[in-house]
């Protein structure tokens, strides 16, 4: 039998960037293994962009604004830089409104309480004259991978809407070393160094950790591993050996004591709600709606989705 590899760690790490090491693994699978998971990498991880703006006075992409120094072709170009984290799933809309000689940069953008700004100081505009004003309306949108323009051209329907090119990955570098290393008497054996660079949104090891697990998805339905097979589903009796069923009471007690973490709600829902000393669904069904709303962070929004959260599990929000 094949040996498997030693767990993954990480060998160097710094802000954005990280060499993440799988030490261990059987000759020839460095590569194998390695390009794998290059390819999941910058192919396959979801992120958020901007993908279609609507400027105040302009018609169209091929257009300069009076008193903007950049025109509009090279203000798109900068706003393509701008990465955002998204904490929900709908598209957001983002507003900038600025005015007077100054540099507009990222942070100068409202952005909604599910949107996160990874580099807000990104150079957008350069206003030119004190009564210049330069207003920016800009839909942000969740996918992966790189999306051309042209895909969304004929969604658009509002005369002014500029739909641009959005590069959702948030993978900016990833590059693969193979090493030889001994493993008992053996000298042949693969060590295999990825050096991942990240746009901020996203740690380097949490996206080698999504990229192994969109890997060992696919191979397990090829394998088809943890199917369930229903051929015979017709033959197995009706009566089944006597067995206590679980009470709804009994049942939401067990739900009761999920940890928040093990939860399906959204990573930023998650860290509130553990800051805020909330550690089960239990203890989470025991706060009203206004005790939500008083958290740092949270919103209606937010609100609603745990309401969702707890109806699944069979619980809801103290009155």
Known sequence: ???????????????????IEVAGMYPGYGFTIGNCLRRVLLSSLEGAAITQIKIEGVS????????????VVLLILNLKKLTFKMYG????TITLSVKGEREVKGKDFKLTSD????NPETHIATITKPSAELKIEALVESGIGYEPAK???????????IPIDAIFTPMRKVSLKVENMRVGKRTDFDLLKLEIETDGTIDPEEAFKKSAEILVKHFSAIAGIGEESADNAED??????????KSSSQENAEAGKIKIEDSKLNERIKNILSAGNVKTLGGLARKSEDD?????G??????????????????????
């Open 1 to 19: 039998m094949i040996p498997l590899p030693l767990k993954m760690h990480v060998a160097q790490k710094e802000g954005n960037k990280a060499i």
């Open 60 to 71: 169209h992409e091929f257009s300069t604004i009076e008193g903007v120094l950049e025109d």
């Open 89 to 92: 799933d709908e598209p957001q």
């Open 115 to 118: 949107l996160q700004l990874a």
């Open 151 to 161: 895909g969304r051209e004929a969604k658009k329907s509002e005369i002014g809407v």
């Open 236 to 245: 197995i009796p009706s009566v089944k050996p006597a067995k206590a069923e």
């Open 292 to 296: 939500l709303l008083q958290m740092e």
């Open 298 to 319: 949270l919103g209606e929004k937010a609100v609603s989705e745990i309401k969702k959260v707890l109806k699944k599990a069979g619980m809801e929000l103290k009155a």
